[in-house]
């Protein structure tokens, strides 16, 4: 099943304008709209599911002049492309699990239906305020939490998994080593021994409500503004058992530059 938000955007064009027909203020209209696009999302997002995978993504990281880019020779192709490779690699390792898009950049008609076609939820929060102010700060950890939280807040109570997997966009599962011990409740991160971190390419939360996960990360947002790294941030507000792992399964290109193996 694939959400296709697209589909919906006739109906909001003809509510705008019977608002303007009868003059309206248009901040009631944006509530109005706020309200049945959530209502929509968790009508359609009813998923009860042994993995479920979140993959963040910026497709298009050149779509707004504002926004931090960390690596000025990728290209909207090359996102693209890792994206797609980031899908097959999930349903090479965990064929029956749910795949949900997290994208946060303006991208195309054409390129976000192969997006769609490619995974089975794809939510597009590139127009929301508050994604767009996160892509501002040149802390990755920003835009990325903020689509995340965004994401469980809307459709938490009706997502169901037993493992929530959390993947960026661009790296590949090599291995389902970090699902081996399937009956462990808690987080499971990379853990880097020298510099008290986690990697957060990949990461599992296992039988954990998604308000929990959205916990987490609202107490990590205050310590990102004030320069921490979400890496160093998140390990420290957890209060479920943390499983700190030497190897996850993921390789990639950090940045699309320096290659990865976790």
């Not at 490779?85 to 976000?112: G, M």
């Not at 769609?116 to 939510?123: K, Q, T, V």
């Amino acid at each position: 099943m694939t959400i296709k938000l697209i589909n919906i955007n006739i109906l909001y064009l003809g509510i705008n304008r019977v608002f303007k027909y009868l003059k309206i203020p248009f901040y009631i209209y944006e509530y109005i709209i706020f309200l049945s696009l959530q209502n929509y999302r968790k009508k359609l997002f009813n998923i009860t599911a042994q993995d479920v995978f979140i993959v963040t993504s910026c497709t298009n990281p050149f779509d707004r002049s504002s926004a931090v880019n960390h690596n000025l020779s990728d290209s909207q192709d090359n996102r693209f492309s890792g994206l797609i490779s980031t899908f097959k690699s999930i349903r090479e390792y965990y064929p029956d699990a749910i795949i949900v898009n997290l994208e946060n950049s303006n991208i195309d008609e054409d390129l976000s239906q192969k997006i769609i076609d490619a995974c089975n939820f794809s939510f597009n929060y590139s127009d929301d305020k508050l994604i767009k102010y996160s892509r501002k700060f040149s802390n990755k950890g920003m835009p990325w939490s903020s689509k995340i939280i965004k994401f469980l807040n809307e459709v938490g109570d009706t997502l169901n998994a037993t493992n929530i997997h959390f993947l960026v966009g661009r790296y590949e599962i090599s291995s389902n080593e970090i699902n081996k011990n399937s009956t462990i409740e808690g987080a499971f991160f990379r853990y880097y021994d020298q510099l008290g971190v986690v990697s957060t390419r990949y990461f599992l939360f296992r039988r954990i409500h998604p308000k929990t996960i959205v916990k987490y990360l609202n107490s990590c947002i205050w310590p990102m503004i004030m320069g921490k790294s979400i890496e160093e941030c998140i390990i420290k507000k957890i209060d479920c058992p943390i499983y700190k792992l030497k190897h996850i399964g993921i390789t990639g290109l950090v940045n699309g530059l320096e290659a990865i193996k976790e």
